[in-house]
């Protein structure tokens, strides 16, 4: 069964829950946020986003402002302590993971490694 996740595992940046509802609302899908750790990219593990439809019984949920963040036990262990966030800035607009694990990353900002 999911739980709640402690705030101290895993958290969703007020900026980024303003966006997945947005994106939510538009595609007419649940406010829900699906961080997952996959093995590739550049530095050797990569994040993946995307909606989620439905919690599955080994996901954490984290809430922000309404929308929640859920992520797998594996990848939870390769995030933990994180805070996902929504960044715009000239060079564009994506949600990015500030992971206290990550010995180092890629420019794409999307692939890690610990």
Known sequence: MSETTDI???ALSPAAAARVALIAKK???PAMLRLSVEGGGCAGFQYKFG???AIADDDRVVETDGVRLVVD????DLVRGSVVDFV????GAAFQ???PQA???CGCGTSFSI
Do not use: P
């Not at 036990?73 to 939870?76: A, G, R």
């Not at 715009?88 to 060079?91: F, I, Q, R």
């Open 27 to 29: 595609q007419g899908k």
């Open 73 to 76: 036990d594996v990848s939870l």
């Open 51 to 53: 909606l989620a439809e």
């Open 103 to 105: 010995a180092s990353g």
């Open 88 to 91: 715009e800035s000239l060079g």
């Open 97 to 99: 993971v500030r992971n």
């Open 8 to 10: 101290a595992d895993i």
